[in-house]
């Protein structure tokens, strides 16, 4: 009959696509890309950075100012590329997710040079943060906080997307 | 012309043959004996006819062969609201499954709920690589207390610190040339 062969296969796809998108979903991670410049010029701090403040004073500037925030979805093995300023790239690929720690490969590329400025495989914890710091711009030095979550991130710790 | 006494609209009764037979009859007589109405009768024959010739010949010259053609154009030129749009797509999904959803409800609810067992199922398991951990509740989510990164190795070609930052201790990769007093 007509209706039998419409009806049956619909509820098998549904119940595929639910089953294959909750895995897929797990199978993502959140990475956030904070790129903040840090001058002398002034004794400024960026509003939208209060609540990496305690963090940042670390550095011994004076003024702090946000000048990029990215956020990318990426499957285990695949990259994400963040452009940065000056010219800058950033590479993140996330390797693996194993007791609660994320592991990613990290590049930081420079310049029309073909190897990394620096490039480090490293573990950082689940909804965890690694610095990478030092590269002069503007008069300034750029500070960048990369954040990697294998779960939804947790309510953005400055709420600003510039 | 000569006038006469009978009244001017039955003229335009017989001619339009509003009146019954007896009356059309009678009325016919009175008009072929009167010179008056039977004047008055052609006046009116000839002007019928005028008024239908002219009329055949501005009708004639009237170009009919795209009229339905632009009138399609003109319907399928018109947009159609966004409402509309949905309520035609609802109208045709419901007229196609209609018939197929009323006789298979149950197997339908049996999908419906195996959809929110596997949700339910799905979502308490998060999986890891290589790991795979029974979570019997989710953890509220927090932000790592403790940041330090394990580095399994680390190239560059320019002068790199590595320390943690005292606040969430956090990994700082520091690529610098020229090391300032900046740092920690």
């Not at chain 1, 702090?64 to 790239?89: C, H, M, T």
């Not at chain 2, 004639?60 to 009229?67: A, E, G, K, N, Q």
């Not at chain 2, 609201?81 to 409800?105: G, K, T, V, Y």
Request: one cysteine or more.
């Amino acid at each position: 009959m007509n209706t039998c062969r419409l009806s049956f296969p619909v509820p098998a796809v549904l119940v595929f696509c639910l089953c294959t998108a909750s895995v897929a979903a797990e199978d993502m991670v959140h990475i956030r890309v904070e790129t903040v410049l840090a001058t002398d010029t002034s004794q400024e701090f960026d509003n939208r950075l209060t609540g990496m403040r305690s963090q940042l004073l670390a550095f011994r500037y004076s003024a702090y100012r946000l000048v990029q925030e990215e956020r990318r979805q990426v499957e285990f093995g695949k990259q994400a590329n963040f452009s940065l300023p000056g010219g800058r790239f950033l590479q993140v690929v996330p390797k693996e997710y194993v007791n609660e720690q994320i592991a990613l490969h990290v590049m930081l590329m420079e310049g029309a040079s073909p190897s990394p400025l620096m490039s480090t495989l490293l573990s950082i914890p689940n909804r965890g943060m690694l610095f990478v710091g030092g590269r002069k711009h503007q008069g300034g030095t750029l500070i960048i906080r990369i954040g990697a979550a294998a779960d939804t991130l947790p309510p953005t710790i400055i709420k600003t997307e510039e | 012309m000569a006038s006469c006494s009978h009244p001017s609209q039955l003229i335009s009764l017989v001619y339009d043959n509003e009146l019954d037979e007896a009356r059309r009859y009678a009325a016919a007589d009175q008009i072929a004996d009167c010179p008056a109405c039977s004047h008055r009768m052609q006046l009116l024959e000839h002007t019928h006819e005028a008024l239908c010739q002219t009329l055949d010949e501005e009708v004639s010259r009237l170009d009919f062969s795209d009229f339905w053609p632009r009138i399609e154009q003109g319907i399928a030129a018109q947009p159609p609201s966004l409402a509309s749009q949905w309520a035609d797509r609802f109208r045709h999904w419901r007229m196609q499954w209609h018939a197929p959803l009323s006789w298979h409800i149950p197997v339908w609810a049996t999908t419906v709920g195996l959809c929110l067992f596997a949700a339910a199922v799905s979502t308490q398991l998060p999986t890891s690589r290589g790991a795979v951990h029974i979570q019997t509740a989710r953890k509220p989510v927090v932000v790592a207390l403790n940041n330090q990164a394990q580095i399994e190795s680390l190239s560059a070609t320019s002068t790199v610190l590595v320390w943690n930052e005292p606040t969430s201790n956090a990994t700082v990769i520091w690529v610098d040339e020229t090391l300032g007093e900046k740092l920690p």
